[in-house]
């Protein structure tokens, strides 16, 4: 059975707040929102940031945007 991520069960897993993760990728709390709605999406550079916090490899995050949009 495969696990289906959200960005926002991504980020609440590693216990930050959307301020937190913001800071620590250096974009707004707003710009995290939108990225956990679906408004807008990472960077490729943030998509490797995200990553790399979250101890995941980069299409885990790829797969999760992907999947919003579906």
């Given at each position: 059975?495969?696990?289906?991520?959200s960005?926002?069960?991504?980020?609440?897993?590693?216990?930050?707040?959307?301020?937190?993760?913001?800071?620590?990728?250096?974009?707004?709390?707003?710009?995290?929102?939108?990225?956990?709605?679906?408004?807008?999406?990472?960077?490729?550079?943030?998509?490797?940031?995200?990553?790399?916090l979250?101890?995941?490899?980069?299409?885990?995050?790829?797969?999760?945007?992907?999947?919003?949009?579906t």
């Open positions: 059975m495969s696990m289906t991520f960005l926002r069960a991504l980020r609440v897993n590693q216990g930050y707040s959307q301020l937190e993760l913001s800071k620590k990728l250096g974009v707004s709390q707003t710009t995290v929102s939108a990225w956990e709605r679906g408004d807008a999406e990472p960077s490729s550079r943030n998509i490797y940031k995200l990553a790399k979250y101890a995941v490899e980069p299409t885990v995050i790829f797969d999760t945007l992907f999947k919003q949009k």
